[in-house]
């Protein structure tokens, strides 16, 4: 089974700080994704990655970097964290020659406080 | 733009109902369509998706999609609800296989 896994569930930080969330997958994926989402607005795509140090932007990038030095595993950085950004947060991966499924992790529950 | 739209945020149905959540995407050419289930506190788990072959999928608990092109729809159904179906639904299309666009979810109840 594909397993994409992100390290923190929930986290709480304060406004300011730098947050660092991490998302590793084990099926040697090459197209990786982060979206937040949020009530009635449903996934919106943070920024994807098609390749080791490669990056997109997706329609809201504002706020966030990304960083994906090895191909199991992307970053999602929030460089000055702000409450607007407390959200769920879900990394996912596909295989372009499997039939384009998009596999999720569990999410990772930010509070910015 | 691509955008999928999917009619009413939430549904509720009784347990042994039919279940009838509603899809409908933008796409200039034949999509990839996938419907998603979210449990609570988790992220997404493929329900069932189309890539081209049958236009009626089978997906895992009783759930099932037809593809319709002159409608530009993909409504997902189940004959019987059952307690355990109550999530978030979120309908999606990739026009290439390689960027996925999804609905805003809809939250199915299920009541005894």
């Known amino acids: 089974d594909v397993k994409v896994t992100q390290s923190s569930r929930y986290l709480v930080k304060r406004t300011g700080e730098k947050v660092f969330l991490e998302c590793v997958q084990d099926?040697?994926?090459?197209?990786m994704f982060w979206y937040r989402q949020d009530p009635g607005l449903g996934l919106r795509l943070i920024y994807f990655?098609?390749?080791?140090?490669?990056?997109e932007k997706g329609d809201i990038p504002e706020g966030y970097s990304v960083s994906r030095e090895k191909k199991e595993r992307f970053s999602l950085i929030l460089e000055s964290a702000s409450t607007n950004q407390t959200s769920m947060y879900l990394c996912a991966s596909i295989n372009r020659n499997s039939g384009n499924t998009i596999y999720f992790g569990e999410g990772s529950w930010l509070t910015v406080v | 733009a691509q955008s999928v739209t999917q009619l009413g945020s939430h549904v509720s149905v009784s347990e042994g109902a039919l279940v009838l959540l509603r899809c409908n995407y933008s796409?200039?050419?034949?999509?990839?369509l996938f419907w998603y289930v979210q449990y609570p506190n988790q992220g997404l788990q493929l329900l069932l998706k189309y890539t081209s072959a049958a236009t009626l999928v089978k997906g895992i608990n009783g759930f099932e999609a037809e593809f319709k092109k002159s409608e530009t729809s993909f409504h997902l159904t189940k004959p019987s609800a059952h307690m355990s179906d109550a999530a978030e639904y979120f309908c999606a299309v990739s026009p290439t296989g390689n960027q996925f666009y999804f609905g805003t979810g809809t939250s199915l109840t299920v009541i005894p």
């Open positions: 796409s200039s050419v034949p999509p990839y």
């Open positions: 990655s098609y390749d080791v140090k490669m990056k």
């Open positions: 099926m040697d994926h090459e197209n």
